[in-house]
């Protein structure tokens, strides 16, 4: 398993992360973008494709690929490597992805549709709605809000997280995942005053969601989301369901013995769930986010809150300058060329992918088909590939 990395310090300070490569399994990279030149500007096309290239060439992944949304809509896509290391197949044009983590934004964005619609308060306990679920051990839901939960300030411990080889093919309940969290202490006595970032608040959230409607998480989110902005390649995982529709690229992983890329594309994703569980293509990712910023999935007022963020620092105190903004399951990221970018990022073994949009419209989701890589800075060089993307062309 890869290590979640943890990141604090609205008022209470920073831990260093475990390692800066290392990331989430269904979580967010814990490391920063190191800036781009944004001197050194080359036309959009050749700067994304040239990005992807060097991911693959610098050994990053097996493959990788990109969706480009500009102001105008006008979308273009990017493939470099391959999506089979046995067959070298090409990586296939908008291919079908595990997005992880990016899962999280739907999820936040079903509660605060719920809050449109005066069903939740952002500043209800959850106790409230969840009677009786946060209790014990330190955890006490009475003081736990909505949004603490959805801005990572509850001081909910991230559940256990062992090797994809562990448990792959195992099914997990949300109650699995939360009695594992629950047997730990709270990151924080007090909640809503320290940042950590952690897969067990989307899990309650994801119960909040189905409490308060009736409905799984899973049916809410296609019908109030997926269906209302016709994102007709992202879906919810079906029970038991550990494959991904085709067309895909394989997603990889080093073997942790011999370090050689192992393919890992089937796996049951039931151990993200509402914080990682879904599936989707890059174009799909960046159409959800021009839904959002457009006003169609929930009131500007409500996109005002969810990107009222808290400073998150990834790199801990390897990189005390490093501050990205952590909202209500949303990250904006300060890009190197000037302005904020808002979106999200996941990782789960096999796929590592980054999305955002600008505040002019423009949308760029970058994905490789590894979420680990023998090479050192690997993530670094993706999230700069990221940030020259989403530079390019402005």
């Excluded at 595990?98 to 999280?104: E, G, L, P, V």
């Excluded at 309650?204 to 390649?233: C, F, H, M, W, Y």
């Excluded at 963020?309 to 390897?318: C, D, I, L, Q, V």
């Excluded at 970018?341 to 955002?356: F, K, L, Q």
């Amino acid at each position: 398993m890869h290590t979640i990395g943890k990141s604090t310090g609205i008022r209470t300070g920073r831990r260093v992360t475990a390692a800066l490569t290392a990331v989430a399994i269904v979580g967010f990279a814990a490391v920063g973008v190191r800036l781009a030149d944004p001197a050194a500007a080359k036309p959009a096309t050749d700067t994304v494709q040239a990005g992807l290239n060097e991911l693959v060439r610098a050994g990053v992944a097996p493959g990788a690929l990109a969706s480009v949304r500009d102001r105008n809509g006008r979308v273009t896509h990017y493939t470099a490597g391959v999506a089979d290391l046995r067959t070298r197949a090409k990586v296939p044009t908008d291919g079908y992805i595990r997005m992880a983590s990016n899962t999280k934004m739907f999820t936040a964005v079903a509660v605060l549709q719920l809050v449109d619609d005066g069903v939740i308060s952002l500043d209800e306990p959850v106790e409230t709605y969840l009677p009786g679920l946060v209790r014990g051990n330190g955890f006490d839901g009475r003081t736990i809000t909505v949004r603490h939960v959805l801005e990572q300030t509850s001081g909910l411990p991230d559940y256990d997280l062992p090797h994809v080889f562990e448990w792959r093919d195992r099914y997990f309940e949300a109650r699995d995942l939360l009695d594992s969290a629950f047997a730990k202490e709270p990151t924080s006595p007090v909640p809503g005053t320290t940042m950590d970032y952690s897969n067990t608040n989307f899990i309650l959230a994801g119960l909040l969601v189905q409490k308060v409607t009736g409905r799984p998480i899973s049916e809410v989110i296609t019908n109030r989301i997926i269906d209302r902005v016709g994102l007709r390649k992202t879906y919810w995982p079906g029970v038991g369901d550990q494959g991904i529709r085709k067309p895909h690229a394989n997603g990889y992983l080093p073997h942790p013995e011999t370090g050689k890329w192992t393919e890992i594309t089937r796996l049951d994703p039931s151990i993200g769930g509402a914080a990682g569980q879904m599936i989707s293509t890059p174009s799909d990712l960046n159409r959800f986010l021009v839904a959002l910023q457009d006003g169609k999935l929930i009131k500007p007022a409500t996109l005002a809150q969810m990107q009222t963020s808290n400073p998150f620092y990834p790199g801990g105190e390897a990189l005390p300058d490093l501050v990205w903004h952590y909202g209500l399951g949303t990250v904006g990221f300060d890009l190197s060329c000037g302005g904020r970018a808002w979106g999200h990022g996941g990782d789960i073994d096999g796929y590592s992918s980054r999305t955002a949009i600008t505040a002019d419209g423009r949308a760029v989701t970058l994905v490789v088909t590894a979420d680990s890589s023998p090479v050192p800075d690997g993530v670094f060089r993706v999230l700069d590939a990221f940030d020259a993307a989403l530079c390019a062309g402005r």
